[in-house]
């Protein structure tokens, strides 16, 4: 057999093997991509171990427990009760607010109109607006989302809670500022943030609405956090 027949039979060789075996590599890399590099928000407070192990790709990883938030019942402006975070196939966008406050709160409700507005056709978001003064009441609620009737009541919703104490609430389960204002026995210094709830009652953002780029970054996030809760939950989504 000539070199030039001999080079012609391994250069086929090469081909072949290129044919057959690049497009099985490809296919394990892309897969190994697509599970690994998934971009997931954060998950925020404290973390600890439960002492299980979780089995993944074929290595045993430690069980981690994470901070959740304890669900409350509260009363919307139409008088109805409103059980927050008692659902696991959504997700919650929720902010403090109180019908006294002409400026941060207008500000925040103005902002989350805008969010809902976007959202108004996904059952897989809540927002919620939370008042912090225990005095406020079905009839002061409605009379302070007036203008936003057009989406109030469906997925959005303006709550209050006479038999919680919701600073406390605030600060130990949401993680924001939330006091009397000690200037002013009826006014409360509040947290100028939205939080990002997964459906495990886990806070996975916090949003400044003092920046448009934090609002902006929220509804990006919403949207991404959407696509986890189908990854994480396809049955339960197809459920809905």
Do not use: C
């Amino acid at each position: 057999m000539s070199n030039t027949t001999q080079k012609r039979n391994f250069s086929k060789v090469i081909i072949l093997a290129i044919v057959l075996l690049v497009p099985g590599f490809l296919y394990l890399l892309l897969n190994r991509i697509g599970s690994n590099e998934y971009v997931k928000l954060p998950i925020y407070g404290e973390k600890s171990l439960s002492g299980k192990m979780n089995r993944k790709m074929g290595r045993e990883i430690p069980d981690t427990t994470y901070h959740q938030l304890t669900p409350i019942e509260f009363i919307n402006s139409r008088g109805d009760s409103i059980h927050f975070l008692a659902s696991d196939t959504v997700i919650t966008v929720v902010h403090l607010f109180y019908t006294k406050d002409t400026t941060l709160s207008r500000v925040m409700m103005d902002n989350l109109y805008a969010i809902a507005n976007r959202f108004k056709n996904n059952s897989s978001l809540r927002l919620l607006s939370i008042s912090v003064d225990p005095y406020d009441n079905p009839e002061s609620l409605k009379n302070y989302v007036r203008s936003y009737d057009a989406l109030i009541g469906k997925y959005w919703d303006a709550v209050s809670s006479s038999h919680t104490d919701m600073l406390k609430y605030a600060r130990e389960e949401m993680l924001v500022d939330a006091m009397r204002n000690p200037a002013d026995t009826n006014a409360f210094v509040i947290s100028n943030n939205y939080l990002l709830i997964d459906s495990q009652r886990r806070i996975r953002g916090f949003y400044d609405i003092n920046l448009k780029t934090e609002v902006d970054r929220l509804e990006d996030e919403i949207k991404l956090q959407l696509v986890e809760e189908i990854r994480n939950n396809p049955l339960k989504v197809e459920k809905r």
